[in-house]
């Protein structure tokens, strides 16, 4: 199966609270990121989370990590039009030996907010 | 502080010809890693310079894709010959190099690779 499972789509009403979920492998990995894709931008980096923390909150962002079940999930309060985007959950298994800190990425949600 | 730059932002090319894509990681940043999304799939790791040197290219398709990071600073991935599955959009990151685990990469916004 894959490393990184997400669900493809997510559709909810401005003013609500958005869940998007992800699930996970590897009981090494380190740190867990959510990323944001905005149309025709780049990857910008959300928030993360260290692998022995249950919760990390950042004003509208919460992240929960449940490890025993490898799941991953980041909530956005009070959801905007502007928080339309691709979210991506992304996992890092730390040195792997030869330093490298690769990312490993999920398929993305797209989150779509209705007015 | 500018962010991680990429060029170009589109190409397009035929089958069989070569591209060179170039990726501006943030200044100071000695970590450049280079990644790959074909169109429906995740994103995928392709490798890892520190400073010049490469210390993780297992994400490396085949050999007909080439990266170097001469003098530790910008970077180029060279597709030759192209094919068509090398369709896709191509991101770069930078971090910095450090001790600690906190090693946040950055993307840049990408380059989107058209093989016809």
């Known amino acids: 199966g894959e490393d990184v499972e997400q669900s493809l789509f997510l559709s909810v009403r401005e003013g609500d609270s958005s869940v998007i979920n992800c699930t996970y492998t590897?009981?090494?990995?380190?740190?867990l990121y959510w990323y944001k894709q905005e149309p025709g931008a780049g990857l910008q980096l959300l928030t993360y989370?260290?692998?022995?923390?249950d919760m990390k909150q950042d004003q509208r962002l919460t992240v929960l990590l449940n490890k025993k079940d490898k799941h991953l999930s980041l909530r956005i309060a009070d959801t905007q039009t502007g928080d339309s985007a691709i979210y991506f959950c992304?996992?890092?298994?730390?040195?792997?030996?030869?330093?490298?800190?690769?990312?490993?990425f999920g398929k993305g949600t797209k989150l779509s907010v209705i007015p | 502080e500018a962010g991680v730059t990429q060029f170009p932002s589109h190409s397009v090319i035929e089958k069989g010809q070569t591209v060179t894509l170039r990726c501006d990681p943030i200044?100071?940043?000695?970590?450049l890693y280079w990644y790959r999304r074909v169109m429906g799939k995740e994103i995928k790791f392709l490798l890892h310079?520190?400073?010049?040197?490469?210390?993780?290219e297992s994400g490396m398709p085949n050999n007909r894709f080439l990266a170097e990071r001469t003098g530790g600073t910008y970077s180029t991935l060279k597709v030759q010959p192209a094919e068509l599955e090398d369709s896709g959009v191509y991101f770069c990151?930078?971090?910095?190099?450090?001790?600690?685990?906190?090693?946040?990469?950055?993307f840049g916004p990408g380059t989107r690779l058209t093989v016809l």
């Open positions: 990151a930078s971090s910095h190099r450090t001790v600690r685990l906190t090693d946040t990469q950055y």
């Open positions: 590897d009981s090494s990995s380190t740190y």
């Open positions: 989370i260290f692998s022995n923390m």
């Open positions: 992304a996992e890092r298994k730390g040195d792997s030996g030869a330093g490298s800190y690769q990312l490993t």
């Open positions: 200044s100071g940043h000695d970590n």
């Open positions: 310079f520190v400073k010049e040197s490469k210390q993780d």
